[in-house]
Structures are given as structure tokens and as C-alpha cells.
């Protein structure tokens, strides 16, 4: 009789951030993921995340591919799509792809008079929810998704983004 021994390891976060912008003033690694990771605190099993930081026209282009909307978007978040059979835990570990506008991030962050880097932020978590199956199509979906994207902005110590916006 053959026996099955299955060991399940926790596994960190594979976060990979691709820079094709011209943009200076993005933040580094290290905060991508410490947003990544605090969005990510209940998942009990690490996963596989890229971050693609581009310009407006690679934004653009991809917004009316995918969404049949011309203009270049702030983010776009692209969930894993793999083939059905695999085995639940190769599923799960594969969340997904995030492309952030590096000029959209920075102008509405001045629109908002918000710091730049905490629209940053608030922009990960909020592709990485989108990742997690998160929307706000819906007024009581977009109410769950600002909830827990507060919720998660708050232990970073980053203000309600949805508070003076009306």
C-alpha cells in the first residue's frame, strides 16, 4: 500500500516590480512589498505577483485592449488565468500581474493633495484586492472593496483616500 505524504510549506510572497517607465519618483521595492504583503496578511499561502510600473501609452493601449476604454488608466490588474486540473495549491499561489501609470499615479495624487506615495500605495492594495476577486461594479461591492482597502491602508498608517472624495 502507497501512501501519499503531502507537506505544505508557507511560502513568502514572489513579488517581481518592473520599472518600464521613465518616471522618477517610484517607490522602491521594498514598500511594493510591504503594501503587497499587508494586503495579503490573512492569505495563508504565498503567491507569485508582478508589478509592471509604465507610462501612458502602454497604460492606454492595454486599458482599450482589455476594457475597450481610450485613455490610460491608473491601474490594471490581470488575475492568473491557468489551465483547469491543476492542484489547488498551485492555483492559489499564482495571484496575477499589476500594471500601475507611473504619470497617473502622480497626477491624481496632486489632483487629491494627497502624497504621492500613499496614492501609491493605495493603488497596489487596491490592484492586489482586484487580484483577489474584489470589485466595485456594484455600490455594495465597491463598499466591501473601500472598506477593506481602509481597513488595510490604516495599518500603514495612511489616511481614508475616500474621505474627501465625493
Not at 28 to 33: I, L, P, S, T, V
Not at 92 to 106: E, K, R, T, Y
Not at 117 to 138: P, R, S
Request: hydrophobic letters at 40%; one cysteine or more.
Amino acid at each position: 500500500m502507497t501512501r501519499r505524504v503531502t507537506t505544505v510549506v508557507q511560502m513568502p510572497l514572489d513579488l517581481e516590480v518592473q520599472r518600464v517607465s521613465a518616471s522618477t519618483d517610484i517607490p522602491g521595492d521594498e514598500r511594493f512589498q510591504l503594501w503587497v504583503d499587508t494586503a495579503l496578511a490573512e492569505k495563508k499561502d504565498g503567491c507569485t505577483l508582478v508589478i509592471r510600473i509604465v507610462d501612458e501609452p502602454e497604460a492606454r493601449c492595454l486599458n482599450r485592449d482589455f476594457r475597450d476604454k481610450d485613455y490610460a488608466t491608473n491601474v490594471l490588474s490581470f488575475p492568473a488565468e491557468l489551465p483547469d486540473g491543476l492542484p489547488d495549491e498551485i492555483r492559489q499561489s499564482q495571484l496575477g500581474d499589476l500594471l500601475i501609470c507611473a504619470p497617473v499615479v502622480a497626477s491624481e495624487a496632486r489632483e487629491q493633495s494627497r502624497p504621492e506615495v500613499d496614492h501609491w500605495a493605495h493603488l497596489t492594495i487596491h490592484g492586489v484586492l482586484h487580484l483577489l476577486g474584489y470589485d466595485h461594479e456594484q455600490v455594495e461591492d465597491a463598499e466591501v472593496m473601500e472598506s477593506l482597502e481602509t481597513e488595510i491602508l490604516a495599518k500603514l498608517g495612511v489616511s481614508d483616500p475616500y474621505l474627501d472624495m465625493g
